[in-house]
């Protein structure tokens, strides 16, 4: 069983910047690659970035590309979204997820262990 605490979340104005920690434990935290995932009002949760278990390799949802940049601290077992430039549209609820597929992977259904979420909100 793995557990995931997401933290780093708040009110931010359009423009600025926010980094979002991801805390695991439970379980070989290197073994898992990781996303970023994000849900807004009304809205079906969406992909936004994943890291590869190696660290080597990110992907990023069209919509952030250039602006968020995901990285892994295995040492603190910690996955981070760095997020800069940020636009309204990016206000949402934010998880990170885990999954033990081969490859990184965009699909929701692929990640079994999620964190609880946090509130990021961008004021116009």
């Known amino acids: 069983q793995v557990q995931l605490v997401e933290s780093g979340g708040g009110l931010v104005q359009a423009g600025g910047s926010l980094r979002l920690s991801c805390a695991a434990s439970?379980?070989?935290?290197?073994?898992?690659?990781m996303g970023w995932f994000r849900q807004a009002p009304g809205k079906e949760r969406e992909f936004v970035a994943g890291?590869?278990?190696?660290?080597?390799?990110?992907v990023y949802a069209d919509s952030v590309k250039g602006r968020f940049a995901a990285s892994r601290d295995d040492d603190k077992n910690t996955v981070y979204l760095q997020m800069s430039s940020l636009h309204p549209e990016d206000t949402a609820v934010y998880y990170c997820?885990?999954?033990?597929?081969?490859?990184?992977?965009?699909?929701?259904?692929?990640?079994?262990?999620w964190g609880q979420g946090t509130q990021v909100t961008v004021s116009s």
């Open positions: 439970g379980r070989t935290f290197s073994s898992d690659h």
């Open positions: 890291i590869s278990r190696s660290g080597g390799t990110t």
């Open positions: 997820a885990a999954t033990s597929k081969l490859g990184l992977t965009t699909d929701i259904k692929d990640y079994r262990y």
